[in-house]
């Protein structure tokens, strides 16, 4: 059988599992391969199924990648059972959570997007399996990648004067629901966060999102081309900025861009 690149249980020694009948392989990826719960989290087709033991971009960021296994291994921390025994060890509520990342680089085309998306992956796998060993339903939606800059184009899209209405009211809902997934999704990656140029609306949602997932220690997924230092500078408040960087473990990825050799 011709191995599935984009299933993401193509790393088990199952291959009937990457089948299109198989009832695990469609509540992932849906009956076509581009439904299921990878569809619900909004995760870019070229993107779709991208795992860290086959990322394009381990290659290049070699440190980085070995950091980032040991970090999944904290993803069982999102099961009540996991969290109860580790506090039965004595470990605090700050020791139990999962981490939230600053992902960052000078220039684009590091793999910055790639590796954010190969953890969201690697959550939902954990996710789904951790649920049906727990006999619990899966959640539909338990990560949820959101893209700043295609925020911020739906947002000027119905708020530009004399749009047709055809045309604002549905990216107004489709602008107001990434809020919300953006907001309470379990796990979510916010792609590029330095968006420099804004309207205060437009900040003060994003802001919103950022402001809501940090007070609540939800575990985040932050790509950007500055430095975790100069967020207060993009952000223009202090405040959240240093919420951001208290929470977040900073990973620099170095090198040339690799856009066009994926």
């Known amino acids: 059988m011709t191995q599935n690149k984009r299933c993401l249980f193509r790393h088990f020694d199952n291959p009937a599992l990457c089948s299109p009948i198989n009832p695990a392989y469609i509540a992932l990826h849906g009956h076509d391969g581009a439904g299921g719960r990878q569809a619900n989290a909004n995760i870019p087709v070229d993107y779709i199924g991208v795992l860290l033991a086959d990322s394009p971009v381990r290659e290049s960021q070699v440190k980085n990648y070995e950091l980032l296994e ?37 220039s684009p085309g ?17 996710n789904f399996i951790g649920n049906l060993k727990r006999k ?6 338990p990560v949820y990648f959101l893209d700043a800059n295609q925020l ?3 947002y000027n899209t ?14 107004s809902r489709r602008y107001y629901n990434a809020i919300e997934y953006g907001k309470y999704t379990e796990f979510v990656v916010i ?3 330095g968006v420099r140029e804004s309207t205060d609306g437009f900040r003060a949602d994003l802001h919103s999102v950022i402001n809501y997932r940090t007070t609540n220690a939800l575990p985040t997924i932050y790509t950007s081309n500055i430095p975790i230092e100069e ?3 993009v952000f223009g408040e202090k405040r959240l900025a240093d919420r951001v960087r208290d929470m977040c473990q900073p990973i620099h990825f170095a090198g040339e861009s690799k856009r066009g050799r994926r």
């Not at 139990?96 to 600053?102: G, P, Q, T």
Request: negative net charge; aromatic residues 8%; hydrophobic residues 30%.
């Open 110 to 126: 590091t793999g910055k997007t790639t590796t954010a998306v190969a953890l969201l992956n690697e959550y939902l796998l954990r």
């Open 158 to 171: 119905f708020n530009r004067p004399r749009v047709p209405d055809d045309i604002a009211e549905p990216a």
């Open 231 to 233: 967020l207060e500078e």
């Open 191 to 193: 792609d590029d966060i």
């Open 152 to 154: 911020q184009t739906e």
């Open 136 to 141: 619990i339903t899966p959640p539909q939606r």
């Open 70 to 106: 040991v970090y999944t291994k904290t993803f069982d921390r999102q099961f009540e059972d996991v969290q109860t025994e580790l506090r039965a060890q004595g470990k605090t509520d700050n020791d139990i959570r999962i981490k939230s990342l600053y992902l960052w680089s000078e």
